[in-house]
């Protein structure tokens, strides 16, 4: 209750303020405003979602010229040409983002600058927008027969769409669909792996990025009641960017924070400075960068993290979550065929990592593939899961060839996996870690997310994946940070996580490296009553007491090459196995 005061606080100031501050100051706040809707949407974007855009200022842009246009050219209702403006930006967003987010690294944000830039020259040079020149005489909004014509009149639907907007996106983020875009950070080879379609992920965030920025637009064309070029240029798309930066790039809450704290800065510095140097010019661009600079070093996650430690500590949910189970799979019958490699070979340029490897794993045993460091073990289990798909060979699941298919699609027919160096999202809880691992078993989308319309579900994937977390030993540390958690916790987590899909085979690769003792016995527990349920398993590991007092069946590797096959007892006699591990049989 006592954290939320401040937010309390902070709206009953929002709506006494065009009843106690002067015009100029409503003005400013109007700004502020719009400007957040848009950090809002980068928020998402490039915090949550990891992808950089200097471009979402022509996203504005899209949604004011396509009202002034419609409004003065055409006589078109204002409320319709927003509806008209989301439609044009959905499809620039969609075909932009086909392009553009194909490409990673630093390409991406020069991709972003590029098409900013291009936008802002159409918008500049296509005649019937009015050139440079712009487009005036935008007819004012109007709602039950009011119209908003001046500041104060625009200010609460200014604010009521800034609020509305961080609900819906506080909303999304607790969610499968939330869980599964802040994947997107941890890795698209995780997150493909878990089922979820990062392509797909990455659209939807910059969709809606897109959409929240053009609604930012509508609502300038109608305030100013006059556009042109110059607030769609790439420098206002830095800005934006710089906002959102400054606030909290990972909080929503700090895209108001940098909105206000750079508008108000800039207003500041454009009135002192001329009179501190006796001279007019843009001075407030040198002190502004110099400005963002310190605040970046200081407090790199933005200010808005700084102002949580200050808040009272939020209370930790406690009651584990309760729901009916999900459905699950049929699990095939004891002996069924899961997996069978033939003849796989995985080149890297002229390096083989696997050479003519050959296994086959079924329904209720356990297969070991074990060897020496750089046998080629982890490259196969890529190869097997589609994570980094086979040169050469046959690879089938379920009597089908996975030679076409990508990763979530293996994932969706029942294979699961954790990894050798552990991929878990350390600011996340142990539980919503966990949660991931069950994205395939839900259906429901962002915008249901957005709208609180799918608790029902969400209820019941947390409740498996708190099952789950029971199942392997750490129900204590369920409302944990993953990253707070010792590294052989954390690999037992990551199957928590595998099992959360309800796999009918589950790939594990050294799960029991950095465990105690007594950790391993359960883990070696665990397994084997996943394997008398049916499941079956294929194991990466290098403790060979681990391994051979659970494996049905090992598979020796050594230079990426099979030297070995058989029961355990026969494989530790095998003098190509004595060979690769001990130098000789003697």
Known sequence: MRRQLPLAVFIALLAAGPLLLPEFSITLLNYIGLYAIVAVGLVLLTGVGGLTSFGQAAFVGIGAYT??????????????TLSIGLVVTAAVALFLGFITLRMGGHYLPLGTIAWGISLYFLFGNVEFLGGHTGITGIPPVS????EMKSGRDFYYLIWLVVLLAILALRNLLDSREGRAIRALKGGAVMAEAMGINTPRAKIVIFLI?????SISGWLYAHLQRFVNPTPFSLTQGIEYLF??????IGHVWGAVLGAGLITVLKQWLQDWLPQILGQSGNFEIIVFGVAVVLILQKARDGLWPVILRLLPAPSRQRAVPQAPALDRRPAPPAGTLLLEANGVTKRFGGLVANNNMSLTVRAGEVMALIGPNGAGKSTMFNCISAVDPASEGKIAFLGASTASLAARDIASRGMSRTFQHVRLLGQMSVLENVAIGAHLRGSRGALAAALRLDRAE???????AARQIERVGLAEHMFDAAGSLALGQQRIVEIARALCSDPCLLLLDEPAAGLRYREKQALAELLRRLRGEGMGILLVEHDMDFVMGLA?????MEFGEKIAEGAPEAVQRDPKVLEAYLGGVE
Do not use: N
Not at 458 to 464: F, K, P
């Open 552 to 556: 049905d069946r090992v598979v020796v």
């Open 243 to 248: 906002m959102a930066v400054v606030g909290g």
């Open 67 to 80: 009202t002034a246009w419609m409004t003065t050219a055409h006589g078109v209702s204002p409320w319709l």
């Open 458 to 464: 969400e209820q019941r994937l947390l409740a498996e």
């Open 209 to 213: 990025a897109a959409l929240l920025a």
């Open 143 to 146: 709602l039950f027969g009011w």
